[in-house]
């Protein structure tokens, strides 16, 4: 059986019984919704284990799949039935928030009519996230969602479900972006916590003019690899195999792969996400790189140009420096 | 390259990709290409075509009212189409492909290579599905793990989603439709896997006389929009072309004079498909390891400095006319 959707999604957990505070739960996940005879099926499956924890039948309209406004970054959303006060919160877990939205409207879509095609509903206006609230009711599948004037029956504001954000923003660079299996689970909220603080920091960050599509042009790829032919080398093997060349391949073999569109597409996903949420700490340490040149284009501009300083005191090591110009 | 990062990219509707895409599901004798014109002399280099796929997307949302497409919409089932609605919606490419595919009749030939056949994965689908209605077969398309395993193979440079299960891709392949056009026994179809059932458009006399009627029939339907406000672009998918230039090179009655032009075209064509492969190749493996090696390289050789710079020049000129443009 076929889901209709499926998002990558965590699940937030009540603090107690009747605790005012949620906080997100690390475990990786998936939120789908499916059509079973007919009903519509909501079920939350664990990516760790594969199994699934929560199963919900929602008949249209009964359900509401919003944003939880009080959650500063945003990845937060409630079920919420209209026929029981049921509430059950989930936070996106997609690397990137851009598809968040879409994912909102989809899901808020099907809950009204399993009939509807995601992706057809027009968005929001970005540019007025704040009139999210206005929304029309029921949402019409592919009618713009502003276009409505008169006052919606809002869903009452969860005001009580504030999800947990740790108090003084502590910075984003701490690394414990991991929320990958296998921790001890005392940390996992801890850790997803802050996993909810660095998508924030990422959507906060000091906006840069330099685009990474820019910075590693196509010309400049080949001015690098004309200046430093013995780049040749270790580029090879990161290469996909089957491109057909020659055993040995020089610079100029290479060039004409590296400047290739599906490389600036690369590197525009990369700008992309670091400006979108920033890059897991993990990614760049292994990389040599500070985790601080995950949380933004900027940071992973400045981690780079910080590679050509020698490090500590004394004379540049490399001679490569001389190259230079 | 385009100005929004979450856009469809332009390379994921690259008629390469759709030739590999076909190639992998085991269709054999096609290939897709890109058609820049519809005038005869262009499309007299690519016969014979056995479809078309129109992909489009609103520029503005004024596209709300009318549908755009003239044509009655008729049972598939009784009309002997084949015809799958987009049940998921990752799969808008890949539908299309196959909805054209699967009404191309096989043909024989006395050369192997210039044989069209379906092959034995999509025979099978066919004999499966046959007598299913459209919903069914979209059904059966998408639950089919090779043909996704095959579509998504093709998005794998940009893996920003770090874990499998998220789909980069999605939001990019919404913003088109894909809408396949071809003549089904004797009648030309328009098949958008959005729509219920197949659009049936005019009666369309043997050979290759139905481009004609679809050159109208989709002419008019972009005459419907208002200027300026639809992005599209057109694809074909033809028989494939080297076997055809080969054999037609090594038979000793081909005139010397044709056999220059033909020899130029078979240049064209293997160029176009190395250079396929090797999009390809890039496509379905993950490059970011090299963009990384590459920025530091840029970094330990002292040059990412400049470059960064300029780049930010660029950034602010950029940004600049943007704010003069918003002050008009």
């Known amino acids: 059986m076929s889901a209709l959707i499926s998002i990558p999604a965590g699940r937030c957990h009540r603090r107690s019984e009747d605790s005012k505070w949620i906080d997100p739960s690390a475990e990786k996940g998936l939120l789908e919704l499916s059509l079973e005879d007919d009903l519509l099926h909501l079920w939350w499956k664990s990516r760790v284990s594969g199994a699934t924890e929560d199963e919900l039948i929602i008949f249209p309209g009964e359900a509401t799949f919003d944003k939880v406004e009080q959650d500063p970054s945003g990845r937060t959303h409630i079920l919420k039935f209209s026929s029981s006060d049921q509430k059950y919160f989930f936070w996106f877990q997609r690397a990137s928030k851009s598809g968040d939205v879409r994912a909102q409207v989809d899901i808020n879509a099907l809950l009204q009519d399993p009939s509807y095609t995601p992706g057809s509903a027009l968005l929001p206006n970005p540019s007025t996230p704040q009139r999210n609230q206005e929304r029309s009711w029921p949402p019409t599948p592919g009618a713009p969602r502003l276009s409505h004037p008169e006052p919606a029956p809002r869903a009452p504001a969860p005001v009580a479900e504030t999800p947990t954000q740790v108090a003084g923003s502590s910075t984003a660079a701490t690394g414990s972006m991991d929320v990958d299996e296998g921790q001890g689970s005392g940390h996992q909220e801890e850790m997803a916590r802050l996993l909810v603080e660095w998508a924030q920091h990422g959507g906060l960050a000091v906006e840069e003019d330099a685009r990474l599509t820019d910075v590693l042009s196509p010309a400049n790829i080949s001015q690098l690899l004309t200046s430093h032919p013995d780049l040749a080398s270790s580029l090879t093997p990161l290469l996909p195999p089957g491109l057909s060349l020659p055993s040995n391949p020089t610079a100029s073999d290479l060039i004409p792969i590296l400047t290739a569109p599906q490389f600036t597409d690369a590197i525009a996903s990369l700008d992309n996400a670091l400006r979108s949420g920033g890059l897991p700490g993990g990614i760049l340490r292994d990389l040599g790189l500070p985790e601080s040149a995950g949380t933004s284009v900027k940071g992973f501009l400045d981690a780079l140009i910080g590679l050509s300083k020698p490090e500590g005191e004394g004379p540049p090591a490399s001679d490569e420096r001389m190259d230079e110009d | ?328």
């Open chain 2, 1 to 328: 390259m385009s100005e929004d990062p979450s856009g469809w990219s332009l390379t994921e509707s690259d008629p390469q990709v759709f030739t590999q895409l076909l190639r992998d599901l085991g269709v054999k004798g096609l290939q897709v290409d890109d058609l820049y014109s519809l005038d005869s002399s262009t499309l007299e280099t690519l016969k014979p075509i056995h479809a078309l796929i129109f992909l489009f997307k609103y520029v503005e949302s004024s596209g709300s009212s009318g549908e755009g497409t003239s044509g009655v919409e008729v049972d598939p089932l009784e009309n002997g189409v084949w015809f799958a609605n987009q049940v998921i919606n990752n799969s808008c490419g890949t539908l299309a492909a196959l909805n054209a595919v699967m009404n191309i009749r096989p043909q024989a030939s006395s050369n192997p290579d210039e044989t069209v056949e379906l092959g034995p994965e999509l025979d099978n689908l066919r004999d499966f599905g046959a007598g299913m209605g459209s919903q069914d077969l979209g059904h059966i398309l998408s639950s089919s793990p090779h043909i996704r395993e095959v579509h998504n193979s093709f998005s794998k440079s940009s893996p920003f989603a770090l874990d499998p299960t998220a789909f980069p891709d999605r939001e990019k392949e919404d913003a088109y439709h894909f809408v396949a056009y071809l003549p089904i026994n004797g009648i030309l179809y328009e098949l958008d896997g959005l729509r219920r059932n197949p659009i049936m458009h005019a009666p369309v006399e043997e050979g290759d006389a139905w481009l004609d009627t679809a050159r109208e029939t989709i002419e008019s339907r972009i005459g419907t929009y208002p200027p300026g406000s639809l992005m599209f672009n057109l694809l074909c998918v033809r028989s494939a072309a080297i076997p055809r230039l080969q054999r037609l090179l090594n038979d000793p009655t081909t005139p010397a004079e044709v056999r220059f032009q033909l020899q130029d075209q078979l240049e064209h064509e293997r160029t176009k498909s190395q250079r396929g492969e090797m999009e390809n190749s890039l496509r379905r493996h993950n490059l970011l390891p090299t963009v990384f090696a590459l920025f530091k390289a840029m970094g330990e050789k002292g040059v990412i400095g400049k470059a960064v710079e300029e780049a930010r020049a660029k950034g602010k000129d950029r940004k600049e006319r943007r704010a003069a443009k918003g002050e008009e």
